[in-house]
């Protein structure tokens, strides 16, 4: 039989640790924490359960470079590691030890916490939540994780967190999607807007592909949604393939251009469109100046 997480209103839990640690919250930014002591750096040590797990290299040396001009102003929380004697486990700050490493610093201002397993996960994964630039993937994550583990309801976490209700719940409904669609939503191939269109489709995974690759919008994404893929299948099969001296024409201006050159010519009402497809501003300047000259 499973046993049901012990449903608690935000811990000794949660309230009571946030005001001792004080990461702040989504309306009121944190307090500056005076460290209980320094410690050497290599005395510290990640969580292993840390719900964060990419970190991103160019906002690491930017923390870094205000590491070595400014030092570390947040100490960061953390409690004796229940592994190795007189060395301690990250709670808090992570990043910053990361950044310090980087920054060759030797010592780091801590503050010492008594606290458990729960506990430590517990404000992990509302740190994360209140103070990292998140996806929205590790957010959603975030979110259930304190519900699963702890018997968290989403009004409670909306409360504490100072966000919506709607917010949390519409992020939790992206973890319904498959792991191709989440995967494109943390590479930032697809917006949070992208993705929950996406919810309700059958084949959710096909159309991120074809949003993706056409560059869809929001609105529609949500259309082709609606239609299962539909118009944009019937648009493809009502299009005949292209002719011998078409495609001659858009090879011949595409080396002149040395741009993709994309012709759509109507063979019953001779007209037709002319697609000339750049990458940069460098590009589209060279191409006025062609076009003008």
């Known amino acids: 039989m499973t046993k049901k997480p012990v449903r608690r209103n935000l811990g000794r839990g949660l309230s009571t640790l946030l005001a001792d640690v004080d990461l702040g919250s989504a309306r009121q930014p944190a307090r500056k924490l005076v460290a209980d002591s320094s ?12 719900p964060r797990r990419f970190f991103a290299d160019s906002d690491l040396e930017d923390l870094a470079s205000s590491i070595r001009a400014k030092g570390i102003i947040q100490p960061l929380i953390v409690r004796p590691n229940p592994n190795i004697s007189e060395e301690y ?18 010592d780091i201002p ?16 509302i740190e994360n939540i209140q103070r990292a630039d998140l996806n929205a993937v590790e957010e959603a994550v975030g ?3 304190l519900m699963d583990r702890f018997g968290h ?14 917010h949390i719940a519409n992020l939790l409904r992206l973890l319904t999607l ?12 697809l917006s949070a ?9 059958t084949n959710p995974a096909a159309l991120a592909r074809l949003v993706i690759n056409k560059g869809l919008n929001v609105r529609q994404t949500e259309a082709l949604a609606k239609s ?17 001296d078409t495609r001659a024409i858009e090879n011949d201006l595409s080396a002149q251009l040395k741009l993709k050159v994309s012709i759509d010519h109507r063979q019953s009402s001779g007209k037709g469109e002319l697609r000339i497809a750049y990458t940069s501003l460098e590009e589209l300047d060279e191409l006025c100046q062609i076009l003008s000259s």
């Open 153 to 166: 309801t989403q009004e409670k976490l909306a409360e504490a967190l100072g966000k919506s209700r709607s």
């Open 110 to 125: 801590v503050i010492i916490r008594e606290l458990d397993d729960t506990e430590v996960l517990e404000l992990g994964i």
């Open 193 to 201: 807007g992208h993705a929950r269109a996406l919810v309700p489709a």
């Open 178 to 189: 498959p792991d191709e669609v989440l995967t494109y939503l943390k590479e930032g191939k």
């Open 228 to 244: 299962g893929g539909k118009q944009l299948s019937q648009k493809r099969q009502l299009q005949p393939p292209k002719d011998a």
């Open 89 to 106: 486990q990250i709670v808090a700050g992570e990043r910053r030890w990361r950044a310090a490493q980087m920054a060759q610093v030797h």
């Open 39 to 50: 410690v050497p750096i290599e005395k510290l040590h990640a969580n292993p359960d840390q």
């Open 143 to 145: 979110y259930r994780q």
